[in-house]
Structure formats: C-alpha cells, structure tokens
C-alpha cells in the first residue's frame, strides 16, 4: 500500500492526503508528527521529512523507529516501510509512504526506483506550480482585458453586469455568479445580475432585506468577504438555509463591492451546488473583478466617470496606449512609460514602434494592421525594447475605438509583460526535455533524437551506436558522503562525458547514475574507442570540496543494425552488455554478443520460473552425511538444496542460488530451507538419532541480514529443536567482506546457543586475527585442496597447514569432497575429525538419508 503525506498548516504532523493499494484503513489510525521531541516523530516518516532522506526500514517489527505504530500495522500484516522525502522548490512538503507484506521487500533495484520516482514527483510538483501560475496569470489577464473593453463600451449597467456574471462563471467552471446592488435609501438588496440562478431564487434575492442572514446581505452589511463552504451545516445562513437547499445550492462567497471612497455598492456572488472551498486563484479574481465592478457601477452613477477610468487606466499594471488611425500616440499610462523606459513627453506624438526590437516578425505587423483594417481586434506578442537595450516579450490586445455612430476614431492599446511567464513556460519546456540536474537530454528528447538518427541511418543505410553507462558502485558515494555531493559528482561527470563526445552525439541521463549515449554513424569499432575514451575520462580523480574522489563505470555498446532494428531492442541489448560488464569485473565496457541475449534470455527464465518455485513445491532439501573420522559414525547432516523443474528439468544451484541472491529471492528461499531442515532434523531427534547435528548453509545476503538470530530462535523455538544441534555455515568470503559485522552476528548466534562454521575455508582471505574472533568451532576445508591430497604435495601442505592452524586455535575441521580411501586415511592421519563426500554417500533424499545412517548405525 502507498501513500503520501502533506504538512499540514501548524507545520507538525504529516496527514495522508492520497492512497492507493490494500489495507489503506491503517490510515484512519495513522498519527506521524515532524517534531523531534515528539514520539510519534521518530517514525520512517519523520526521520524522512526531518533529515530529507530515504528511510527504508526492511523489518517492521523490529526496527525501533517503528515501535509506535508496530501493533496497528501487525493488524494489516506491513512487514517493512519505506518514506522518502518529497520537495517543492527545493523545500521538504512531505512524503512518499510505501508499506509492504514482506520483510527486506526494499531491495537496491526498488530503492533506486523509489529515488527515482520522488525525484520525478519532485519535477512535476514544479512544473505543476508553474503551470497553476501561469493558468491563473492568463485568467487574471483574461478578466482585466474583458473588464477593460466592458467598462470603456456604451453598455448600459444592466447588460455589464450579466457580461461580467457570464465571463466569471466560465472562468470558475461550475459555479453560478450573481451581482447584488446597494440600495441605501430603501436598505435593501437589489438584483444586479443572476442569469443561472433559478428564477424562485432570484425572486428571493431582489429586494432582499438587510438582516445578518448569510450570504451577500452579510458581505454587504459587515463590508468582508463572506464564504460559506457547506450552507446545509452553516449557523448563518437562517432562513435561507432550507430554500438554498431546495435551489441545489451548497456553497457560496461573497466579496463585497466598494466604492472608491470605501462605501459599499453591493457583492459579486458565486455560488456551488456542493460543498466547495474557493481555491486563492478564486479569491484573487474576485477581487480583481470586483474592482472593476466598482468603476462600471460609478460611472453609471456619478459624473466623475472619466476621472475614475483615468485612475484605473492610469493605475493598471498593464501599459495602455491611444493612437489615433495613423498609429501616433495621444495618450499612455504610467505603466507604458515604466515599461519602455521614455518619459511620457518622449512619448506623445510618437509612434509604439519607437521600443521595437527589430525581432518581431515583419509577418506579425502585417496581421496586426488586416484585422484592424477591417475593425476587428486582434492580439499577439511582441518583442519588444526598453529605452536601455534590454528586452522584454510584451501580449498586445489592439481594439479599435468607436463613436456612437460605429465610425473608428483611434486604436487602443493595452500591453502586459509575459516575459516572466515566457520563461516559466521555457522552463516547463525544458523540464519536460531536459535533466534538472545535468542539463542533458532526459528520455522523452533522447527518443524523438533516436528516431531521427535511426530513420537517417536506415536511409543512408549508415550504422548507429547506442550505448548504457552505469557507474559502479554509486551508492556507496550516496549513502557515505550524501546526495549532494553525488549529485556534484555527476554534473562533472556529464561535462567530462560530453567534452569526449561529437557534436552529433547524444549524451542523456535516464536518472540516478544511469546514461545512455546515441552515437550517429558509429560502427563497433569507434563505438569501442569513443568507451575507451569515456572510461578515461571517468576515471580521472574527482575533486569535489575536501574530497579526492575515484569512479568507475560500466558500458554495454550495441550497434544498429546488427544488434537491433529499432531503439528499444538496441537500449534493451546495450542494457544486456552493460551488466555483463558488471558480472566480469565492473569498470569495463562490453559490445552486444548473441550470447548474450541467450545467457539474458535464461536468467529471466530461470528468474521467473524460481519465483513460483516455493509455492509450487519444485524446490527439495537433501541431506549428505558428515562422519567422524574418528569413530565412523555418522555424526551430522548437511542441507543441500535441489530444484527440479517440470520444463526446465534439474537446475543447478551453481545456476540458480547467484540469481536468488541478486534478485532477494535468497531470503525467502533461506528462509524456507531452513525450516524444512531443522523440521526434519527434529523428526530424526525423536527416532533416537538425537545426537545429530544438522548443517544449513548460510548466503551472504541472509548473514547480513539483521533479523537474522531472531528469525532462527524463531524457528528453533516453533520447532522445539535444540539450537546446539544446529550448525550454520558461512563462506569465509562472506566473513571477510565485512569482517566486524562478521563477528558482530557470529557474536549473537552464538550467544543463542547455535554453532557457527567457516566453509570452503582456504579460498578467501582470512586474517588470523579475525579468525581468532569468529565465533566458529568448525573449519571446513574446501573440496578443491581435497580432490588431489592423494598426488598433489602443495594441496597436502596446506590441508595439513588448516588442520594444524585450526588445532592451534582449538576449532575442528572437515574435509568436504572426499571421494576415495586414500584421502581418507590422509586425512584421519593428519588429524582431521569430520568428512563428507561420496565415497560415503551422496546428497540422499530425507528417507534415503534416513535408511543410510539406520543402516550405517546396525552396522
């Protein structure tokens, strides 16, 4: 289930606003707070909005950041979270929340994804803020230059006032405007203009009372605005409560209309038939319009009607100009001459050309001058010039002004600076295209490029390359120095890549510290050299404040169109090369093979066919006997896991557990075979062989995984099994890696009672004085030194070298692999204690194990 919060207005707690998935009644309950102090402000989300970053919490139950909300989210079985930190120019707003049913379900793969998409929420919050404001600057626009030509025409007051009505509600879909006038000698309301509203309610409206009633009649008598969001539930509404119900009204706001010496003149209303708040953008045209409502009812009623136009035209933000039919200036506003630059007496007598840029298209005048040649009007932009060179795009909306008698006199004017809103929308465009961070092409634009360069290639049946870069191991950079300066790092890196590139090449990040690389006429050869050159170049140290930084990177090239026809099969096959440069070694490039495609093509077979593995009962526990070579006896059993496919047949686990591990598969797999082991290793205990110890191997994803010791007491205690019959086996490259975690959770098992080994021991890297530190009582020496003790005199040297080191050390060892008497009686003379191997048995089914150690003990 996903989710995302919002702070809300006291700037404390984090309220869901959104949802999707299953279980999102959690949410009901949900209490998170941003506080420090707080203790419900120490949850993944907090944490997340607090310290702006990722927090992915893979256990629910036994993180301590979720104690509060554990017992809640155990009724809806969340096994881990997610939250991740979402912005709006550059502040944190809120979070994205992920719960899901399974533990570790945050894997490298989904973390980065998640990153990703937060990032990409983060853009369309931008881009959505840019849009709003410029919707609201057009609509803004809309209504001043409507309310302009409205109050300048010789309309009589009845007829603006329902213009205006109309124009609003179409500005504010869905509602129902009207227009109440003042009538202080009688102290009533009026009806002005109501065309939508239904005639019974009009009829109620006109020669309305002035009692505290709701609506207009308060906006009017207490001169504020007046906003009803629910009139069925509001206490000022009275009388008029259950007529506006039967009318279908269900909210309302009133913005009271003012004189320019502060009287009231009535209230512009809008009404709704549901419950509705009024957005800003809403209240702001509200007061625009009842601005203009204002001059439009005083020029009616007043003879000072052109001082007051002068003041609004004089005051607009807009520039307004009046030419006479030759285009010669006889009057503009303040704004006009702000806007160019000239004093108003440079002005008079000249014509607007006089701030021209000479960049507006000769076509553009031309348009102008035909509509107003045939008395239309007409709008578009211009670019325009101030008096000090800098430029500016200006809208343009010329009328032409008429007398009574229809005859145009002069032309009008009005002009607005959208250079601000030309550049957000050039912004809009280029988030739309471009990488935020790097500025590179993003997907969108790197597609529209390839389908060009592929249509070229086809054409000029030329050759194109594509390539997929990944740097290796870039979040390490993330999660130790921070994003910010992973992200310095990569906009270095993209102006290294770029500077390696030709003009025609494209260079496109997809995100995170993924690129992709189009290059036009490369065959595989250059392709080849141009990854030489960008491997060079990435490379080279990086200095990025106090820091000296070393990056490698990994490149798959494919080649159309040998390798692919189209874009999305060229992407898909350099995506194959690049992660088979990664398999051999990383900071290499590899080009496209066939092979390839076969070896991806089984690993997502076999990916997808060990995904149903489990539920399907393919997967089987074997068991291979571990004797004493001291007494003979059997004395344990090691779990070996076996899959047998119904189409694919029997898979290897040399095949089969490396995809488990890199797909997070290995957990649950783990997981399984080790209760079906220590279930069976139970079953043995209670037909008398409760000596045996059982043996199950241990990938290094589960060893590093922390809920580790409490999921096998788990299932010891589920399966009434004591832990010191339980041998866990670890590969020494797996307690190497990280040696102090390593000890750390050898350190706990062993507290619990379960016994820890080092297996394939002599093929990493061991440091003694680590090894003296394990909490391990058992060495097992690797097959590979074993199979030769009989011929080889280096393998004797160090089989016998283990041997004496694990004495000295008071471990036990045993040999795996052991297959004849000759490195048996080798072994038992060196003082080996335990082996396996076939020349005891084999890998045995549970009741072909059972038989074999029967059998071995009658004997």
Request: a negative charge.
């Amino acid at each position: 289930m996903a989710f995302i919060t919002l702070l809300d207005g006291d700037r404390q707690n984090l309220i869901p606003v959104t949802c999707y998935g299953s279980g999102t009644e959690y949410l009901e309950h949900l209490h998170i707070s941003v506080e420090e102090n707080s203790s419900h402000g120490h949850g993944p989300s907090g944490i997340a909005f607090r310290e702006d970053r990722p927090f992915w919490c893979q256990d629910f139950q036994q993180n301590p950041a979720t104690l509060p909300w554990r017992s809640l989210a155990s009724r809806f079985g969340w096994q881990a979270c997610a939250a991740l930190p979402l912005h709006k120019n550059g502040a944190v707003i809120g979070t994205l929340n992920l719960n899901a049913d399974a533990i570790n379900a945050f894997d490298d793969i989904a973390q980065n994804l998640l990153c990703q998409l937060t990032i990409d929420i983060d853009h369309a919050l931008a881009r959505f803020e840019l849009e709003s404001e410029r919707r609201q600057s057009l609509k803004m626009k809309t209504l001043r230059v409507f309310m302009l030509e409205l109050i300048t025409s010789e309309l009589p007051l009845p007829d603006i006032l329902v213009n205006v009505v109309r124009q609003f509600e179409q500005l504010i879909p869905g509602s129902m405007c009207s227009i109440m006038l003042h009538d202080k000698d009688n102290k009533r309301l009026r009806l002005g203009a109501a065309p939508s509203l239904p005639t019974s309610y009009i009829t109620t409206l006109d020669c309305m009372p002035l009692s505290p009633d709701g609506g207009c009649v308060n906006a009017v008598i207490n001169g504020v605005r007046t906003i009803a969001t629910d009139i069925a539930n509001d206490p000022n509404w009275g009388k008029f409560r259950q007529q506006a119900k039967e009318m279908g009204i269900g909210a309302c706001c009133s913005e009271p209309i003012f004189s320019a010496s502060a009287q009231i003149l009535g209230a512009l209303t809008v009404y709704h038939r549901e419950p509705f708040q009024p957005s800003e953008s809403d209240l702001q045209l509200l007061e625009t319009a009842t601005h203009f409502l204002a001059i439009a009812i005083e020029r009616k009623q007043s003879e000072v009607f052109m001082r007051k136009l002068s003041q609004a035209v004089e005051q607009s933000s807009n520039a307004i100009i009046i030419t006479d039919l030759n285009g010669t200036i006889e009057y503009a506003n303040t704004t006009f001459s702000t806007n160019t630059g000239y004093a108003l007496h440079d002005i008079i007598g000249k014509k607007p050309n006089m701030h021209k840029s000479g960049k507006t298209s000769r076509a553009t005048y031309a348009d102008m001058w035909a509509h107003l040649g045939r008395g239309e009007s007409w709008q578009g932009e211009f670019i325009n010039r101030r008096h000090n060179g800098e430029e500016r795009i200006d809208l343009v909306r010329v009328s032409p002004v008429r007398e009574a008698d229809g005859r145009i006199t002069h032309y009008l004017a009005i002009e607005e600076d959208i250079t601000n809103q030309k550049n957000a929308q050039a912004r809009i465009e280029s988030l739309a295209h471009f990488d935020v961070l790097t500025g590179l092409p993003n997907r969108a634009l790197l597609d529209e490029r390839a389908q060009r360069a592929l249509r070229l290639a086809e054409e000029d049946q030329a050759t194109l390359a594509v390539m997929f870069l990944d740097l290796d191991h870039f979040k390490n950079i993330n999660d130790t120095l921070g994003h910010n300066l992973g992200d310095t790092l990569l906009v270095e890196l993209a102006q290294r890549l770029r500077a390696v590139l030709r003009r025609d090449d494209t260079l496109s990040r997809l995100g995170g510290d993924e690129f992709v690389l189009l290059l036009p006429g490369a065959n595989r050869e250059s392709a080849k050299k141009i990854a030489q050159e960008l491997m060079r170049a990435i490379n080279e140290p990086y200095r990025i404040g106090s820091h000296e930084l070393n990056v490698m990177a990994s490149i798959g090239i494919a080649v159309y169109p040998a390798d692919g026809m189209d874009f999305e099969t060229l992407c898909k096959n350099a995506d194959v090369a690049m992660y088979r440069a990664k398999q051999e070694g990383r900071n290499a490039y590899r080009s496209f093979t066939q092979e390839m495609q076969a070896y991806s093509t089984r690993y997502l077979q076999v990916l997808n066919a060990l995904r149903q593995a489990i539920a399907q009962e393919q997967l089987h526990v074997h068991y291979q006997p571990q004797i004493s070579l001291i007494s003979g006896d059997v004395i344990g059993a090691e779990a070996l896991l076996r899959w047998h496919h119904p189409e694919l047949g029997n898979i290897s686990p040399a095949e089969f557990i490396p995809i488990a591990e890199e797909s997070g598969l290995i957990l649950q797999i783990g997981e399984w075979v080790l209760r079906v082991a220590v279930a069976q290793a139970k079953k043995w205990h209670q037909l008398g062989l409760d000596k045996l110890i059982i043996a199950v191997n241990l990938s290094a994803v589960q060893f590093r995984h922390a809920g580790l010791p409490n999921l096998v007491m788990q299932i010891l205690k589920e399966e009434d099994f004591p832990p010191q019959y339980l041998e866990l086996e670890l590969t020494e490259g797996v307690a190497m890696h990280d040696p102090q975690g390593a000890i750390a959770m050898m350190n706990s098992l062993h507290e619990r009672g379960v016994r820890m080994s080092i297996d394939d021991f002599g093929t990493g890297y061991s440091s003694l004085s680590y090894l003296k530190q394990f909490k391990a009582y058992k060495l097992k020496i690797d097959q590979s030194f074993v199979r030769d003790i009989s011929t080889d005199a280096e393998d004797k040297a160090i089989v016998s070298a283990i041997i004496g080191m694990a004495k000295n050390l008071g471990l036990q060892t045993i040999a795996e692999g052991v297959e004849t008497a000759e490195q048996q009686a080798f072994l038992r003379e060196e003082g080996c204690h335990e082996a396996q191997g076939y020349h005891y048995s084999k890998p045995l089914p549970a009741a072909d194990f059972e038989t074999f150690i029967l059998g071995a003990s009658a004997a």
